[in-house]
């Protein structure tokens, strides 16, 4: 039944792949043709691109109908566009991975022992055995029932911690997929459907589809180019080639899904999507389809050890396969890495560092209380009681040594502090989700705690500290200066016409005008926000710039040259029904008027452009607009005559013929002056990147509050910056780097290299007390390197490219820089929240370690038993992580100066609470240990036999050593010296919850959990006894507030992040990312792993391809080792920019040239 129902779908889809005119197969082999081989096949077996298009019943021009059953048909026939993501963890494996904990299974193996010999009984008389210490009578007989549940509570407290580890861990993978799934949902591309341009989610897009593709795109899908303009595509993610590679219908149509569009705009028609796709089909041979033990371990093997810190928080992205670099390529980056690896989580560092010297104490403390306890033992049981060796005792004699053994290792269980990782990850999560709804959404989780130590922000001016909604406000037409939108009217017909044309033609057809989506709102604009304040402009001059544009599709554009960040100006070529070309271009003003020998006077006659005119217009007019913090743009026209040798550029961007100069406002955001004063105010510089004029980026600095009068600052423009800072061969040289960036706080001009040797040239100063920690925004292609090499590299959510944001570790989704400002907020919200957690952490530590230590030595057996430690142990880890970690940000964070990357995770105030609460807890401690019974009048608990009930003296002191916890949880809120340490507690639900929730647990294993957490009742004042001990907790608190901190000269900093001089000591080859905690460990050992693996995984590659290569000949032929790396679905595309700072790639730069392996 089930072979009929399958050939029955096989006979449909085969059916249905007869209504088209080529199969999936048949399309598969074209994809994997290139160059000179893919055209002769598409002109020689399917007619040509035309032909291709009939074939696929799909319109070049007007794309798909968008009818429901055509789009699932071609689903059925060539597949959806989806490559399903790696299956999460099941909770069963998360539970086994958090067992494999070394100390829980010594814990484990030490219970099991514990609960089998507790049930061995040794023969003999009725008589009292005399095993010394280890007294075993009648007296046993009756309490022998119950020396098991010591073992078995102790086993149920490991499956507790190892339950509800696994649960963090689930939630944990549960949110980065929640987050994930919202990042996929914004993924949108442009395609044709019904003739109309519309945006789709990439998911929905199908084979047949035409495509629109413009600079900063990620291509979701394989296609034949249909139209290209000036396109050149990156596609090193998939043949680990930096060069870019140009596009044309005539020698290279073949456009790859994953590889990223650097210049240029175009169409493509879709021929492959999801799995059939070049990514797809590579994406199934390193094993997608693959069971899911072999998915497990190809995707330990294939993530790059570089790559493994901000790979790790993107597990469950579907499309990302980690880099399986060429041989080439890894050389390059060997060279990079010995230059100077990146430290990319300040925090990570620090809090690795301090763990692992804190596990070293606890572990010295821990054999310490064994050997002692083993030692006293030996010496009382046959030195002092000098009783002689039996035979029978031997299983109690065990029975002790187990328990001690228990004891240290619940010593050891405590002092390492394993709550600190769940701590961060608590609170790192809570703010992410938290940071969503304040338009910060973060794709890297350590960037959320890196914001928080920032020291400079370099910013975008557009969009960012403006609004993005450009208006032509002045115009400089026909030798007038308008100081408003002029009449069409007072402008002579033919240069109204000229400028109509020269702005509807060259621009982005993407970029237009919609109705505003509420009655009585501003028109929307959508694409390039530039041109459609160019756009406004021509509909105020009373002309339609759709008619325009339907009278010339692009399809009838001769040549076009791009924005790019070299040229600053755009360019589109049409051929006249007489044969003849004119040219229309726009672009910054003071570039293209140099190019420009004539000018359309009042009468739209054009006049010859004098120099000595030029530079008066350059005073009179740009300069007066810049200041007025205008963006101003040159428009200009050529004819041609007959045709000119297109690709000699610079010849045809000459003797050009200027229509108009337009003043173009962008209104800065009315938030951001208020949003910089509080950068001012927390301690961190705001420079703003621009690739505006000077004059312009200065007034528009001087209006946020960057710059203000009076101040020595420094306004530079990006060639005055590279001469300042270069030396004769062009190097940067750091020493005069920093005699600039300190006072530099507006970088007009500037191409995204500028940006990227600003950004690099601070993060590696060694100027003042404490290195820089900056973020950048960005939101070209070229602003990649930059926002790769920043700590945090924010991208712009609306206006940003593709490839910026997957360069970024925190997407703006509302392009607001006061969005920034509240990553900041939270950032240094985590870093506080981790500090209270150590505070509170390392008290218990201390007590805890020193109480079982002490009470080793004295009293032959710890005060706190082994399931009361686990106890005490989860309240520390689980419950305060999850209590502290979740106090949400005040505006107070921002009023203190940033920690910066050399600040100590333990402050000196930090130090005195926790010694000055640990000195009152251990007085506590010890006075209820050996003089308690006596003030209670009750039975002593110390050295009772070894299977002894439960005694009311241990239970108090239990009790009252977790109530002082409870209690110091409140003084831990707190770690500056603030008094009021109820200050917005009410704000904190969950604070709240967890203090009251562990209140109730305890009295209900103190007056319940009996014989298994080796607690009794105890009597009314005995509980209050208990509170009052708690409560002073807090008045204790205060009196340690009353101490300067400055008089305690004894008291030392603690947790240092990793100096200098130890990170050239312990450097080794191959690490990018420093690991700290690897660092503590042995080297060799893990780069030796790390080599086996690479060598695996890119033989397991190899080996599949050569399997594969009859199949697949054609994509191998020029791939040696494929090299894939972040191929996702692509984001809301952003439409051609014409302004600056929104640069396209400049293939000149060396920068841009290694960006396909950076980005």
């Known amino acids: 039944m089930g072979k009929r129902k399958q050939s029955h779908t096989t006979n449909s889809v085969g059916t249905m792949a007869n209504d088209f005119g080529c199969s999936l197969l048949e399309l598969r082999h074209l994809m994997e043709l290139r160059t000179e081989d893919a055209v002769i096949y598409i002109n020689e077996k399917l007619g040509g691109v035309m032909g291709l298009c009939e074939k696929l019943k ?95 509570a102790i086993l149920f407290s490991v499956i507790i911690v190892v339950l509800v580890t696994a649960f963090n861990d689930w939630s944990k993978e549960k949110q980065f997929r929640g987050l994930q799934t919202r990042i996929e949902q914004e993924q949108k591309f442009t395609v044709i459907r019904k003739g ?219 002092a390492v502090p394993e709550g600190l990782p769940l701590a961060v990850t608590i609170s790192l999560a809570y703010s992410v989700k938290k940071m969503m709804k304040d338009n910060n959404l973060v794709r890297h989780l350590d960037a959320c705690e890196t914001m928080g130590n920032a020291t400079a922000i370099c910013s975008d001016k557009t969009g960012t500290l403006t609004l993005n909604r450009m208006r032509v406000v002045q115009a400089y037409i026909g030798d007038t200066h308008f100081k408003e939108v002029p009449s069409p009217d007072v402008i002579a017909p033919n240069t109204l016409d000229l400028l109509a044309n020269c702005i509807s033609i060259n621009s982005a057809y993407t970029s237009k005008i919609m109705p505003p989506e509420k009655e009585g709102g501003l028109p929307r604009q959508v694409g390039n926000k530039t041109e459609c304040g160019l756009l406004g402009f021509v509909k105020d001059l009373k002309y339609d710039y759709q008619a325009i544009r339907n009278e010339i599709p692009e399809e009838k554009f001769y040549k076009v040259y791009t924005f790019n960040s070299s040229r600053k100006s755009m360019s589109t070529v049409i051929q006249n029904p007489n044969g003849t070309f004119r040219m229309y271009s726009k672009g910054a003003s003071e570039m293209l008027l140099k190019k420009c020998l004539w000018i359309l006077d009042k009468n739209g006659e054009s006049q010859i452009f004098k120099p000595k005119e030029r530079d008066s217009m350059a005073r009179k007019v740009i300069e007066k607009m810049a200041c007025e913090g205008l963006r101003t743009i040159c428009l200009a026209y050529r004819d041609f005559e007959e045709e000119p040798l297109w690709e000699n550029e610079h010849e045809i961007l000459s003797m050009l013929t200027c ?46 509050g960057i710059l203000t009068p009076g101040e020595d600052f420094l306004c530079l423009e990006g060639k005055e910056f590279n001469r300042l800072i270069r030396n004769e061969k062009g190097e940067v040289v750091q020493d005069e780097l920093d005699k600039i960036w300190p006072k530099l706080r507006v970088l007009a001009r500037s191409t995204p290299t500028d940006k990227h040797t600003l950004v690099k040239g601070i993060i590696d100063s060694t100027l003042g007390e404490h290195r820089q920690v900056v973020a950048v925004t960005g939101d070209g292609t070229n602003d990649g390197p930059a926002l790769k090499k920043a700590d945090v590299g924010f991208a712009m959510g609306i206006a940003g490219t593709d490839v910026a944001k997957e360069a970024s570790d925190i997407i703006l989704t509302d392009d607001n820089f006061t969005s920034i400002v509240k990553a900041v907020m939270w950032g240094r919200n985590v870093y506080d929240s981790i500090s209270k957690f150590l505070q509170f952490q390392l008290t218990v530590n201390v007590v805890a370690v020193i109480v079982a230590f002490t009470g080793a030595c004295f009293t032959q057996d710890s005060p706190l038993k082994a399931v009361q430690m686990l106890w005490v142990n989860l309240i520390m880890d689980t419950f305060a992580s999850l209590a502290l970690a979740t106090e949400p940000p005040t505006e107070a964070l921002l009023l203190r100066k940033p920690y910066g990357r050399d600040k100590p995770l333990i402050s000196r105030t930090m130090m005195k609470n926790i010694l000055g609460h640990a000195i009152f807890q251990l007085c506590i401690i010890f006075t209820l240990l050996f003089f308690g019974e006596k003030f209670f009048d009750i039975d002593s608990g110390r050295k009772a036999p070894l299977n002894a009930p439960p005694s009311q003296h241990y239970t108090i002191v239990f009790n009252a050593f977790v109530l002082m916890q409870l209690f110091n949880e409140i003084n831990a809120r707190k770690i500056h010296g603030e008094r009021n340490v109820f200050e917005g507690i009410h704000h904190n639900p969950i604070f709240c919850s967890v203090l009251l929730g562990t209140f109730i647990c305890q009295i209900l294993i103190v007056e319940v959990g009996g014989a298994p957490f080796s607690c009794t009742k105890l009597t009314l004042s005995q509980w209050l006894w208990c509170l009052f001990i708690g409560i002073s907790e807090l008045v204790w608190g205060q009196l340690i507030n009353m101490v300067p901190t400055s008089k305690l000269i004894f008291l030392k900093e603690a947790g240092h992040a990793t100096t200098k001089e130890e990170l050239s000591k312990n450097l080794t080859e191959g690490m990018e990312e420093i690991d700290h905690g690897e660092i503590e460990l042995r080297r060799g050992q893990i780069l030796w792993f790390r080599g086996l693996n690479r060598i695996q995984t890119q033989i397991e590659v190899v080996n599949k391809f050569q399997m594969a290569v009859g199949s697949y000949h054609g994509a191998l032929r020029k791939q040696n080792v494929m090299n894939l790396q972040d191929i996702k679905p692509v984001s809301t595309p952003t439409l051609l920019n014409l302004s600056p700072e929104n640069s396209a790639p400049n293939t000149s730069v060396p920068e841009s040239s290694s960006m396909g392996s950076e980005l």
Request: proline share 5%.
């Open 196 to 414: 109309q341009i519309i945006q789709l989610p990439v998911f929905d897009i199908v084979v047949g589809d035409i495509a629109h593709i413009k600079y900063g795109d990620l291509l979701p899908a394989d296609g034949i180019l249909l139209q290209g303009n000036d396109l050149k595509i990156d596609e090193s993610t998939l043949t680990g080639e930096s060069d870019h590679v140009k596009k044309t219908v005539e020698k290279n149509p073949m456009l790859l899904s994953g590889t990223h569009v650097m210049e240029g705009s175009g169409r493509m028609v879709v021929t492959a999507v999801g799995l059939h796709s070049q990514t797809g089909i590579i994406f199934t041979l390193l094993g997608a389809s693959e069971s899911e033990v072999e998915k497990e371990k190809t995707s330990k093997k294939q993530g790059a050890p570089e790559n493994r810190n901000k790979a790790n928080t993107e597990d469950g992205v579907p499309l990302e396969i980690q880099p399986l670099k060429s041989q080439e390529v890894l050389e390059e980056e060997e060279k990079k890495k010995k230059k100077g690896p990146k430290e990319k989580s300040v925090l990570q560092g620090k809090l690795t560092r301090l763990a692992v010297q804190i596990g070293k104490a606890g572990l010295f403390m821990s054999a310490l209380t064994v050997i002692i306890l083993i030692l006293s033992f030996l010496i009382l049981t046959f030195g002092v009681e000098n009783q002689s060796w039996n035979m029978e005792c031997i299983p109690i004699y065990i029975q002790h040594f187990v328990k001690f053994f228990i004891i240290g290792i619940t010593v050891l269980v405590v």
């Open 58 to 152: 799909t319109s070049p021009v007007k794309g798909l109908s968008g009818d429901p059953a055509d789009l699932e048909r071609r689903r059925e026939v060539f597949g959806k566009n989806f490559i399903p993501p790696k299956k999460p963890q099941t909770f069963l494996e998360l539970v086994w991975e958090a067992l494999q904990d070394v100390t829980l299974i010594i814990l484990e193996v030490a219970a099991v022992i514990s609960l089998g010999l507790s049930f061995y009984r040794p023969s003999g008389d009725k008589e009292e055995l005399d095993c010394g210490q280890s007294t075993v009578g009648e007296t046993d007989e009756e309490e022998g029932g119950t020396g098991w549940i010591e073992g078995a």
């Open 659 to 704: 229509i108009a100069v337009v003043g173009i406002e962008d209104p800065v955001r009315p938030e951001v002056p208020a949003a910089i004063h509080k950068c001012k105010v927390a301690g961190i510089t705001v420079r703003m990147v621009t690739g505006d004029n000077i004059n312009t980026a200065r007034a528009i600095a001087t209006k946020c």
